[in-house]
C-alpha cells in the first residue's frame, strides 16, 4: 500500500534520502519471517524494491550469495545499489506473482518443473569447494531443533518434552541429515520465496542464509512446503524424478535411503519452522504464521509414524502437542 513518510521512522526517511534513483512514490511490500523491510519505489521508468535491514540483519550477505547464485544461473534479483553501513539495498523488483499465489492444479507441474530444474542447477552447478558458504554443522541441526523446543513446545505451548525422548529423536534426524552427500543449499526454497517471472524460471528470493549442507534439504523445502500442501503420492513422483535426475549427474542413491533422507531432513526442517512460527508470535507478536503450525506439524506426524525409532514422538505430537496447539489457535 501506498506510504507517506512517517517523522517517526527515521530509517525509512534515510533510506528514502539514501535511493540514487527519482522517486515518485513507495508502497510497502509484504516481508518475511525476518526483521527486514521491503519497500516497493516507483521511478518514471521503472519499480525498485528497497531492502532495509537493521542490526543485526547481514545485507551484505545477501549480496555476496546473489552474486554467486547468478554465476550458477539462478535467476536472482539484480543488485543496483548496496549500503554496507546502512543496512540498505535497491533491487530489482520480480513483482507479486509468488509461487503461493499461482499454484494450481493446472499450474503445479510447470511451475514445479521450472523450480525444480533451478535447484538442480544450483545443487550440480554450484561447487561447495569454491562457494564459501559455511557448513550445515551438527550444531547448527541441533540448534534449530531447539527452536521448537524452547519457543513451540515450553513458551507458547507451556509443554515438557522427555529428555531422554528427546535426544534420542534429535540424534536420530541429525545423523541422517549428515551422512547425506554435501550441496550448495538455499535453506528456504519454498513457495513465498519463489517468484513467476514471465518467460524465465522462478524469481529466487531470501537466499542469504545458504550453506553447504544435505542434498535433500531444498527439495523437501519444496515439495513439503509448509504453506500448502500436495497428495502424497504425487510429492513422491516429484521426489523420485528428481532423484533419476541426480543419478543421471553421477550422484547414484539408492531409492529407499533416498525417500529416508528425504523424510527426515523434512522432519528436523518442519520442527525448526514450526518453532520459528511460534517464536514470530510469543517473542515478536506476529501471528502471520501461526495458522501454518498444524500442516507443518502434521507433516513431522506422518514421518514419525512411518518410522519405528520416531514413533514416541509422534505419539507425543499426536496426542500432547497437536491438541495443545488447536486449542490455542481456538482461543485467538
Known sequence: MPISL????????????????????????????????????HTPDQSLIAMDAPPPENPGRFVEVAAKFAGVGVRVPEIHAFE????????????????????????????????????????????????????????????????????????????AIDPELWHHSMGILVRHALE???VCVHRDYHSRNLLVVEGQGPGVLDFQDAVVGPVTYDLVSLLRDCY???????????????RQRLAG??????????????DLMGAQRHLKAAGIFARLW???????????????LEYVLAVCLDYEPLRPLGCFLEERVLPAVKVKLCRR
Not at 509468488?98 to 554450484?126: I, K
Not at 557448513?135 to 509443554?159: A, D, K, P, Q, V
Open 6 to 41: 512517517n517523522r517517526a521512522d527515521e530509517r525509512l526517511r534515510a533510506m528514502v534520502q539514501w535511493l540514487p534513483v527519482p522517486v515518485r512514490g513507495i508502497e510497502v511490500v509484504a516481508g518475511d519471517a525476518s526483521r527486514r523491510r521491503y519497500f516497493r519505489i
Open 84 to 159: 554496507a553501513q546502512r543496512g540498505f539495498v535497491l533491487l530489482e523488483d520480480f513483482g507479486d506473482r509468488s509461487y503461493l499465489s499461482c499454484l494450481r492444479d493446472d499450474t503445479a507441474g510447470r511451475l514445479y518443473g521450472q523450480a525444480l530444474d533451478t535447484l538442480f542447477g544450483l545443487q550440480t552447478r554450484c561447487h561447495v569447494g569454491e562457494a564459501g558458504f559455511p557448513l550445515y554443522t551438527e550444531s547448527l541441526l541441533r540448534n534449530e531443533l531447539g527452536i521448537f523446543r524452547e519457543w513451540l513446545l515450553e513458551r507458547w505451548l507451556g509443554l
Open 180 to 182: 547425506q552427500p554435501q
Open 228 to 242: 500448502l500442501s500436495w497428495p502424497r503420492e504425487q510429492v513422491a513422483a516429484w521426489r523420485e524424478s528428481y
Open 249 to 262: 549427474s553421477g550422484l547414484e542413491i539408492d531409492p529407499e535411503l533416498w525417500r529416508r533422507w528425504f
Open 282 to 296: 510469543v517473542r515478536d507478536r506476529r501471528p502471520g504464521y501461526l495458522a501454518d503450525i498444524p500442516r507443518t
